[in-house]
């Protein structure tokens, strides 16, 4: 599988290989540019010296992960609520998954289904839940029946809404553009 979030190619490609690091990039996908976000996985790995790994973190002394976020660069503006949180999804994936990120949308019955499951892990409210529903679908070939209706509109076809219609700078541009336009909206 072949990302382009992080617009970075050792950072997308951790993306493209690990579910566990693009789960932790979306979680982070907030208050930061959508690439700073997506790469944070990479740096997070980098400076834990090997690959991510949920129980690992899940088990990190929390100030220590804390700080290890917070190292220049900090791995987001607020590195030490998102160590907590990067570690609360972590736990949850040790309690409920065994560690596995994957298995969160392995052996879904329907989109309806799927959403749910991410609804309920840390960090992931509606929109969250609906954005990384239709990445999976659209660039991960997790398509269980119903999945763009579950996604709402961040599932639709030829539309540049959200991280899900990122797959190359081109694309990141007409996000960013479909952002400002619905901000500008919305102040009217």
Not at 42 to 58: N, P, S, Y
Not at 79 to 96: G, I, N, S
Request: net charge positive; glycine share 8%.
């Amino acid at each position: 599988m072949r990302i382009r979030l992080a617009q970075d190619p050792e950072a997308d490609e951790l993306l493209g290989r690990s579910p566990l690091a693009l789960l932790i990039g979306m979680l982070l996908d907030q208050q930061v540019p959508l690439e700073r976000a997506f790469a944070g996985p990479r740096t997070i790995a980098d400076r834990l010296g090997r690959d991510l790994d949920a129980r690992e973190i899940a088990s990190y002394d929390p100030e220590q992960f804390a700080a290890l976020l917070a190292a220049t660069p900090a791995v987001h503006r607020y590195p030490k609520a998102m160590a907590a949180r990067v570690q609360a999804l972590a736990t949850y994936l040790v309690e409920h998954y065994d560690g596995s990120a994957e298995k969160v949308w392995q052996d879904v019955r329907d989109g309806a289904g799927l959403l749910r499951r991410l609804l309920a892990l840390p960090g992931f409210g509606r929109q969250k839940a609906q954005i990384f529903l239709a990445l999976l679908g659209k660039q991960c070939g997790v398509r269980p029946d119903g999945w763009r209706e579950a996604a709402g509109p961040y599932g639709e076809e030829g539309v540049h809404r959200s991280v899900a219609d990122v797959v190359d700078a081109e694309s990141l541009q007409l996000v960013r553009a479909t952002k400002q336009e619905a901000k500008r909206a919305a102040k009217k």
